[in-house]
């Protein structure tokens, strides 16, 4: 299984920019995915989340409204859109990916244990 994240970069507070996780051996068209961060001293956090049939996204309070996840099912990739970026966007961003086919209520997209894989990580600097 590999997730490859893409799409990091320095951005000025305003901007925009669009990640990518591409995934290889796993049945993406059943796998949710989601998108974490963890910047510098501090845990890893949910950022936002998509189910595996694309019907169910999830986000965190921090990025409701400037933030969205899809998903290309024909390219085995999932993308997180990134506008008006703030500097207390800068982190780490991975992807990770549940290949069960299985569907959370309430705070379960958010849970981290839920997804089994993960990609490498893209950075995301955001200049003030």
């Known amino acids: 299984v590999q997730l490859q994240a893409s799409g990091g970069g320095l951005v000025q507070a305003g901007g925009s920019l669009r990640l990518s996780c591409t995934a290889s051996g796993i049945t993406f068209s059943r796998s949710s995915m989601s998108w974490f961060r963890q910047a510098p001293g501090k845990a890893r956090e949910f950022v936002a989340a998509i189910s595996w049939g694309g019907a169910v996204t999830d986000y965190a309070d921090s990025v409701k409204g400037r933030f969205t996840i899809s998903r290309d099912n024909a390219v085995n990739t999932a993308y997180l859109q990134m506008n008006s970026l703030k500097p207390e966007d800068t982190a780490v961003y991975y992807c990770?990916?549940?290949?069960?086919?299985?569907?959370?209520?309430?705070?379960?997209?958010?849970?981290?244990?839920?997804?089994?894989?993960w990609g490498q990580g893209t950075l995301v600097t955001v200049s003030s």
């Open positions: 990770g990916a549940d290949p069960r086919a299985r569907t959370y209520s309430g705070h379960g997209w958010q849970v981290r244990g839920n997804y089994l894989h």
